[in-house]
């Protein structure tokens, strides 16, 4: 069973669109984590949300905690070939290691 | 500080074979952890170990060993390489104050069993 689901699982789009990844699960986690990988290296901590309704920015890069704590988003305004790689989400809960879901690989092509 | 480093980068072995990733972190993070990475098949935890002494069991420990003599390293053998475990290897480490386990991966080393 995989506890979190990561959708789309891939993603191509044109440099300048706007794009949105998801993180759902059914369980609570207290906090979030997206990574971004790319190929050939390991994944590199983008953001880590802990409060329920949580948003933060990196740049164009929005991240989102659902009020629940069990999803969250990722928004990528003007998407730009930079920003291609895998994502991925992670969730800690309590008493247990980091929980990692499958990935989101995304291609933004010029 | 150069961060979380593992050795070798690429590795080919046959069958039954026996071998030691190495991996080292000078960040003095007392939780470190294996996972590989498979297609399809996101990354799952091997062993994890939250200070030099202790270690433990994550999703996928079969087949492979590890120990934490030290704070800096956290090796993980393989005892009799199986065609299944052809995989890309990542050892990450993480303070654990503050609860977050905020990873910090190494480069990876891409395994190949024939």
């Known amino acids: 069973t995989q506890l979190l689901e990561q959708s789309p699982q891939f993603l191509s789009i044109q440099e300048g669109e706007n794009l949105t990844v998801y993180c759902n699960s059914s369980?609570?986690?207290?906090?979030l984590q997206w990574y971004r990988q790319e190929p050939g290296e390991g994944p590199v901590l983008l953001v880590t949300?802990?409060?329920?309704?949580e948003v933060k920015k990196l740049k164009r890069l929005t991240f989102q905690f659902g009020d629940a704590r069990k999803d969250s988003s990722l928004h990528i305004t003007a998407a730009q070939p930079g920003d291609t790689g895998l994502y991925l989400c992670?969730?800690?809960?309590?008493?247990?290691?980091?929980?990692f879901g499958k990935g989101t690989t995304l291609s933004v092509s010029s | 500080n150069a961060g979380v480093t593992q050795t070798p980068k690429f590795q080919v072995l046959k069958t039954g074979q026996s071998m030691t990733l190495q991996c080292a972190q000078d960040?003095?993070?007392?939780?470190m952890s294996w996972y590989r990475q498979d297609p399809g098949m996101g990354l799952r935890l091997i062993h994890y170990?939250?200070?030099?002494?202790?270690?433990d069991q994550g999703e996928v420990p079969n087949g492979y060993n590890v120990s934490r003599s030290t704070t800096e390293d956290f090796p993980l053998r393989l005892l009799s390489a199986a065609p299944s475990q052809t995989s890309v290897y990542f050892c990450?480490?993480?303070?654990?104050?503050?609860?977050?386990?905020?990873?910090?991966f190494g480069p990876g080393t891409r395994l190949t069993v024939t």
């Open positions: 992670a969730g800690v809960q309590a008493g247990t290691a980091l929980i």
């Open positions: 990450a480490s993480s303070p654990l104050a503050g609860g977050m386990h905020e990873q910090y």
């Open positions: 369980s609570v986690f207290s906090s």
């Open positions: 960040m003095n993070h007392e939780y």
């Open positions: 170990s939250v200070g030099a002494g202790i270690t």
């Open positions: 949300v802990v409060t329920g309704g």
